[in-house]
DNA sequence: CTGAAAGCGCTAACAT
DNA sequence: ATGTTAGCGCTTTCAG
């Protein structure tokens, strides 16, 4: 006796099912369901009939293994609940609703390992293509993705070895530009608050860029204040509050994330600095939920929705391209940095 | 010439190929790979060695319809925008994680419609389980989770009929506990900030239950705004400036949600409004990234990890059963509402 | 402990 | 316009 589904249902009705209720070939059946070839329209209606009343439901897994087509696209990212992502899989999902795919998304957790046992396990279903986050993956990972047969996008960051194609901003250069835009603006004493965490590399890059941008302006970093969880409010709150304690003469403070960078604006708001004249704050992403704050937040916009596109754009192609698309990150003032003290009032 | 993958990219890797290259037959590999029976510790070692020199990546496809076992749990939801989700779906990945069960992640966009496709799509996978939010689906929806064979969870929501499984809270009581809430604490004059889509059923039972809540105390709403798109600052902020320009007379504001709350509350605030005293407010669903706001909003706890925890694992303890978990969202009085006249200090 | 045979439900390719 | 045949890559079952 072979196992039917868990605990043995119902058997599933397949193809057969449906034939002999229509009296046709299983064949024909196919073809209607698929919309492929020419079927008359008397047999046509007789096969959707007798499915419909029957209640089946294809199964793709043999569908799949006879054609070796699966339209699945595998999406692979690090966490849901940091806003960048869902905002990812929106712009992946904008362009694939356009098409036969399906995204389908995993989840990494920020650790390499769980990412590589991720991918195996959807690569294993044979995806159309592959959509990773970021540029750091283990070797095994790499080498997976390298082999796949299929299109495979690594997306957010292109400042790195993509193993093909590749979709993203440059967080260095996120930094540097940030780094040139507080410098113009005269602050000198600056700050950074962000993750701990060494495994979220794009945030670490922007800080290197940010610091070579500061460099460039004969600057260095004041102070810095880390973090160990998640972003938010409270978390952005207590990092601004140590910081400001421990280092009062400070006149800017670049944030991480949007999320944290609120957090602080609402605490230098609560403590009646005065924004952006003696204390500027800028973050990154420009998270569309914090429209509503007291003061626009100076950020960055990460084209987040725009890479899931252009990365949907490059699977649905089906080109195994090594494509670099590099995006740019727009600078948005908001309210809490000062004006350009010269006349460019724009980064490179 | 049978089509390979997409564009035919190299033949795949076979259970074949690495039993050649081992020295075995294909079906010692079986038993290798997936550790089922007992194999020599020799053979073993050398199918391994043999799998990852080829870098072999097993046909799940294959597997599945051999097998007849799929170990995916397809998730339908309506968005991943709206942070509620995420978190279910961080509560289902947290019991999930310990089996071999993966989730797999499909979206509505809030239309039943889209909803009956994409649940029509994940189980011609042939899924394990499936989790579905929401009660109110389409007849043929009702249908397919019906006849599904599999367990079938319904959650976030318990005011309805589920087709089996069900694990939620009730929205109606949600809606009455806070309005009673609010008019045991002397405010009289309510207004409601929320969405005007027909299509949110929670919040919509919100309402209602929230509108009976005030009637049992001889209230009744004194004026309501609604908005269409997505909640966020900007919106709740927008919201309260027309309801507050309209009736600046209210004491109380009632929110569909935390996010639109928060943009309440940074209104108000900016406005000098004295809370609670003037006018207090309250949302729903207690979001965490919301901590550090000047003030926390008195809000209930939508309970959306362990929804998804008790949903998975019903799914996972491979039940078909019809079991109806009610769980109870908390109420957390937060900042913004004033304390109870009388000696009782939470709802029923 | 290992292997050989059969077949999962469907679709490509070739009839008719 | 419809039917027939073969087989996708794996696992189940049964034999050694």
């Known amino acids: ?53 029957l209640g089946y439901v294809p199964n793709k897994i043999a569908g799949a293994l006879a054609s070796n087509r699966v339209n699945l696209v595998a999406v692979v990212i690090p966490s849901l609940s940091n806003m960048v992502f869902p905002d990812v899989l929106g712009g992946i999902g904008d362009i694939l609703d356009e098409t036969p795919l399906q995204p389908v998304v995993g989840t990494s957790k920020y650790d390499p390992e769980t990412e590589e046992k991720v991918i195996y396990e959807m690569l294993s279903w044979r995806p159309s293509g592959l959509i990773v986050a970021g540029l750091e993956h283990s070797d095994p990972a790499r080498a997976m993705m390298r082999n796949a047969g299929i299109p495979v996008v690594e997306v957010m960051d292109v400042d790195g070895d ?63 204040c880390f ?46 600095l005065s924004i952006p004249g003696d204390i500027g704050l800028a973050g990154f992403n420009s998270f569309e939920v914090l429209d509503g704050l007291p003061m626009r937040i100076a950020t960055m916009d990460s084209q987040r929705t725009q890479i899931g596109r252009k990365a949907a754009e490059l699977i649905s192609a089906n080109a195994l391209s090594d494509e670099v698309i590099e995006l740019n990150p727009a600078f948005l003032e908001g309210d809490t940095i000062r004006p350009a003290l010269d006349s460019a009032s724009s980064s490179s």
């Open 227 to 272: 973090y160990e969880g998640m972003s938010g409010f409270g978390t952005g709150r207590a990092m601004t509050a140590d910081l400001l304690t421990r280092r009062p003469d400070l006149d800017f403070l670049y944030y991480n994330t949007d999320m944290n960078a609120a957090g602080g604006l609402l605490y230098c708001l609560e403590k009646d």
């Open 162 to 224: 993509p193993v093909a194609a590749c979709v993203g901003i440059s967080h260095i250069k996120a930094g540097r530009d940030m780094a040139r835009e507080i410098a113009r603006r005269g602050y000198r004493k600056i700050g950074y608050l962000g993750s701990s965490s060494l495994a979220d590399h794009r945030a670490q890059k922007r800080l290197q860029g940010f610091k070579e941008g500061l460099a460039e302006a004969g600057l260095e970093l004041a102070e810095s």
């Open 1 to 53: 006796m072979r196992g039917r589904n868990p605990f043995d249902g119902k058997p599933q009705l397949t193809l057969r099912d449906v034939a002999d209720a229509a009296g046709v070939s299983e064949m024909t059946v196919s073809r209607v369901l698929r919309n492929r070839g020419d079927v008359s329209d008397r047999t046509r209606a007789r096969v959707f009939e007798a499915a419909r009343t």
